[in-house]
């Protein structure tokens, strides 16, 4: 079983539409959860990040943690063409392991206008 | 704007080739990292550096090397490249202490 699971979808809404995310993770131990949007033939760019449990709200995206059910998800609302990339999800127990992220697979969104 | 730079966007190269990968930041961080991207497997890290002349193993480091001669420069050696190291490589690097990684645009590399 893979430490983080994440479905790769694909994924294809029309624009507008709400957006949901999600994954989940095995190791209790982790503290740091980030989201990272690919675009095709790019590096990762970190869009979201969370220590611990609770929401944040960045303009339309707002990401989510769950301690308790070891599940993460980002929510992406009013969804653009733009949007139209391959989201990662990532997380760290953090001390002392600093930026060795664990990975999830990606799930690729597409955005249809 | 902060930038991590991979010399290279796309390699082909040969089975037994040595391969260089190359990777500068101009951030000042002080860790950097190598990880390779497959499709169904996500991210996993080959190789990290917390300081200069520093290295340590990560998940797979196997047919692979690294050195770090400066501060801003990150180089990952495949000694004898094999085909099943066709994939996308990305460095990335970070602050002392820090967990949000920045990351280099990839080199996709093929060894046939």
């Known amino acids: 079983q893979k430490e983080v699971e994440q479905d790769p979808g694909p994924l294809s809404v029309p624009e507008g539409a709400i957006v949901s995310l999600n994954c989940t993770y095995s190791?209790?131990?982790?503290?740091?959860f980030m989201w990272y949007r690919q675009y095709s033939r790019k590096g990762p760019e970190l869009l979201m990040y969370?220590?611990?449990?609770g929401n944040k709200e960045d303009g339309r995206f707002t990401a989510q943690v769950d301690k308790s059910s070891k599940y993460i998800s980002l929510f992406i609302r009013d969804s653009q063409p733009s949007d139209s990339a391959t989201y990662l999800c990532?997380?760290?127990?953090?001390?002392?392991?600093?930026?060795?992220?664990?990975f999830g697979q990606g799930t690729t969104l597409q955005v249809k206008p | 704007d902060v930038k991590v730079t991979q010399s290279s966007r796309y390699l082909v190269k040969r089975t037994g080739e040595k391969v260089f990968l190359e990777c500068v930041q101009d951030?000042?961080?002080?860790?950097m990292f190598w990880y390779r991207q497959d499709p169904g497997l996500g991210l996993r890290l080959i190789y990290f550096?917390?300081?200069?002349?520093?290295?340590e193993k990560g998940d797979i480091p196997e047919g692979y090397s690294v050195s770090r001669e400066k501060k801003e420069r990150f180089s990952l050696i495949l000694e004898s490249a094999s085909t099943n190291q066709t994939s996308m490589y990305l460095c990335?690097?970070?602050?002392?202490?820090?967990?949000?990684?920045?990351f280099g645009s990839g080199t996709q590399l093929s060894v046939l």
């Open positions: 990335a690097s970070t602050l002392q202490g820090k967990e949000k990684l920045f």
């Open positions: 190791n209790s131990a982790f503290q740091y």
């Open positions: 969370t220590y611990s449990s």
């Open positions: 990532a997380m760290s127990p953090g001390s002392g392991n600093t930026g060795k992220l664990i």
């Open positions: 951030m000042d961080h002080e860790n």
């Open positions: 550096s917390y300081d200069v002349k520093m290295k």
